[in-house]
């Protein structure tokens, strides 16, 4: 399904999606405190925000999925993708850079429902709606990126976990599914070319494998010393944070290799990205990176809580909490800059 404005859904529908105009160069600013995730790749940074949004008579859910040229600055916010729903609480979009088109893959998978799939954007730049399946226990999304020419997600549901398939960037919308092993769900599962990481719900083992249309090749699993609660796969390496009692470790699983190494630990839930040959983890408002698998070490302090982080493997991107004031009120903003530098 595709369109410019498209997907018309109502309640227990999934979404609504449509094209927002262009904003000004310079620093990303979001309103509120939202769930929010980003990537660079391709010359782009890509984010989604996601919280809840409310009417005079009911409360809904609302993503916004943006880009902006990244090069030596943030270039001028673009073409956004917004997704909104009263199905139910989102668990938030988690979006990938692709390079490819306008540049980025998104999931928005909710508490009760699947959610979408959507790979943004043709050369007409319309969104391409790749899956929304509004059936009661439907695979839910739970990681997308791009692999080669072809769009792909994990998802999972109580029946097992499924691979899709689909080649939008050649202009084929014909999708692929098949069968995977394990059950797993949103942040749990991840793609990059070449690669497929997964890790069950309430897992301690992380799954690499090859993806095709046919389903994932030389399967391997790796321990992880604790519950994943989080998996992203670059094509060298995946990176899965840990959870151990109260303690939390960020480990860096070679892909050729399936070697592995502890590259951060500490207390709470730790933000984490990757590009490039880089780890960046956010912990409160201090940031740590890793280069080539080695020990975290602090790279800057940001100004606000940490709500997502980015890398191209050389630079940071940080989306800060901060409260600004403006008259007698003093209102949430998440704003996007580049931090600093990977250490």
Known sequence: MRGRTALGLGATGVAALALAGPALAGNIVLGGWGRVTADIGGGALVWSDTQAAKTATFTYWRTDTGRAPFGRAIGAASEPVLIRTSAGISNGARVRATGTGLGYVTIAPGATYAGPVIWCCDVARTEVVL????????????????????VRWIAGSAAGAVLGSASPVEG??????????????????????????????????????????????????????GTVTSVFATPAFVVTVVKKGSRASVVRTDVA???????????????????????????????????????ARKAVTAKGIVAALATDGTRIVAFERVTVTKGRKTVRRTIGRIIGSVR
């Not at 500490?266 to 201090?286: E, K």
Request: hydrophobic residues 40%; proline residues 6%.
């Open 257 to 295: 290799s399936a070697t592995q190494r502890v590259v951060w630990t500490g207390a709470g839930a730790p933000v984490v990205a990757a590009g490039g040959n880089a780890i960046v983890i956010g912990a409160g408002v201090r940031v740590f990176s890793s280069a080539g698998g080695a020990k």
């Open 131 to 150: 899956s929304s399946d509004g059936r009661d226990g439907a695979p839910t999304p739970a990681g997308a990126g791009l692999d080669g020419d072809r």
């Open 172 to 225: 084929d919308l014909r999708s692929t599914s098949v069968a995977i092993p394990g059950n797993t769900g949103p942040g749990l599962a991840s793609i990059a070319t070449g690669v497929a990481a997964w890790a069950r719900r309430g897992g301690t083992s992380l799954t690499l494998g090859v993806p095709a249309d046919t389903g994932v090749s030389g399967l391997r699993e790796v321990p992880q010393g």
